[in-house]
């Protein structure tokens, strides 16, 4: 399996961390562009640095390099995370404007019929938030905003972050036992 991730300058690159820490040990191939200001929050919130994200993946382009090869349909893959995903990534996204190889490696996703799955982390949304949500979905990307569950009652940080990449995993039918799953009522 190969997959494309995208991290843009939205707060929750401990998402991504997590994700990329997660895919690396199932050896899932990864391609990582990460932006300017992903670059940024990650410094920020984050206790390890842009190289120990970089040792996690097989490849890493530069988001302004539109010749990547993840700008072009026929770089095979499985799909495109992008994670977390700004507001400004995502109406990028929305309205064709690929400005940067992000935008364009989850164009090429769209047009290509292959998985792409969106992490917005932003509170509250606007309309033109979910307008642009809603123009995606529609096309039949999945928008799996950063919202863990707590039917599992987690004890930890770690165990929210794993709700949601296992959340993400599931999209691709990537096998993991990272959380609990419901059960029904006996799991309370």
């Not at 670059?39 to 010749?67: A, F, G, M, Q």
Request: aromatic share 6%.
């Amino acid at each position: 399996m190969r997959l494309v991730i995208g991290i843009s300058g939205g707060s929750g690159s401990i998402y991504a961390l997590r994700l990329l820490e997660v895919l690396h040990t199932l050896k899932i191939e990864t391609h990582l562009i990460v932006s300017k200001w992903a670059k940024e929050c990650i410094r920020i919130e984050c206790d390890k640095d842009i190289d120990y994200l970089i040792s996690l993946v097989d490849t890493i382009h530069d988001n302004n390099n539109l010749t990547s090869a993840p700008a072009s349909g026929s770089f095979k893959t499985n799909g495109m995370i992008i994670i977390p995903c700004s507001m400004k990534t995502l109406a990028s996204i929305a309205n064709g404007y690929d400005n940067n190889l992000i935008a364009r490696a989850a164009s090429v996703t769209i047009k290509e019929g292959r998985k792409l799955v969106l992490v917005p982390r932003e509170t509250p949304l606007t309309a033109i938030h979910l307008e642009n949500m809603l123009r995606l979905a529609r096309l039949g990307v999945t928008i799996l905003p950063a919202m863990p569950g707590f039917y599992h009652k987690p004890k930890s940080i770690d165990e929210l972050l794993n709700h949601i990449v296992g959340k993400i995993l599931d999209q691709f039918n990537i096998e993991h036992e990272i959380f609990k799953r419901w059960k029904g009522e006996e799991m309370i």
